[in-house]
């Protein structure tokens, strides 16, 4: 097993270039086996020894740890920009269609007020027109009734001034014109 061990951590070192790292290998045991007879202990302490002084001292290691680290944080922080973009970028087109659909909406609104104003403006007229003729026929029924004529032949009893009489009524503009259209000063 340790020679396994040492097979593998010499031909790593050897691959990556490292010579330095083998010598101070064998150097180590050298030195241990002049402290201990036992194969397992010099051995086993020189490889740890030498991997804890690679793993310190290898600028390569070093940079390397310190480039994914930074590099980790660079790309979050660009990815992080990124979504912020285009949530931006989102929320512009969310705002402009909900902009020209509120738009859109009053301009309906708008054009349907309008329709509506000239649909009563149009029922207005007719109720006037209406209610216009319906006076008319009312004036003339009253006449007929009260036995009123244009023929001054037949002999009218004297009335009384009305003018001066209080009804309590007061007549419309549009009702007086009716009423002096149809009565002219006859009276």
């Known amino acids: 097993m340790i020679e396994l061990v040492i097979l593998i951590q010499s031909l790593y070192f050897i ?9 101070l290998f064998i150097a180590l045991s050298y030195i ?5 007879e036992n194969i397992l202990v010099y051995l086993w302490i020189s490889v ?17 740890f310190k480039r994914r680290r930074r590099r980790r944080g660079r790309k979050s922080i660009k990815k992080l920009k990124k979504k912020a973009q285009q949530a931006k970028k989102q929320t512009k087109k969310q705002v402009n269609v909900a902009k020209k659909q509120t738009v859109k909406q009053v ?14 403006k149009k ?3 007719k109720q006037v ?3 216009k003729k319906q006076a008319k026929k009312q004036i003339k029924n ?15 009893e004297p ?3 009305l003018n001066n009489m209080e009804t309590g009524y007061n007549y419309s503009k549009e009702e007086e014109v009716l009423i002096n259209k149809e009565f002219p000063n006859e009276l």
Do not use: C, P
């Open 123 to 125: 029922q207005a007229k």
């Open 159 to 161: 009335e009384e001034d």
């Open 107 to 120: 301009n309906v609104a708008k054009k349907q007020a309008k329709k509506q104003v000239n649909v009563a």
């Open 48 to 64: 740890f020894i030498v991997f804890i002084v690679y793993l310190l001292f290898d600028s390569r290691i070093n940079e390397s």
């Open 15 to 23: 691959h990556q270039e490292k010579y330095s790292y083998v010598y």
């Open 142 to 156: 009253l006449k007929n009734k009260t036995g009123l004529s244009t023929d001054r032949t037949k002999e009218q």
């Open 129 to 131: 027109k209406v209610a």
């Open 32 to 36: 241990f086996m002049f402290f201990s």
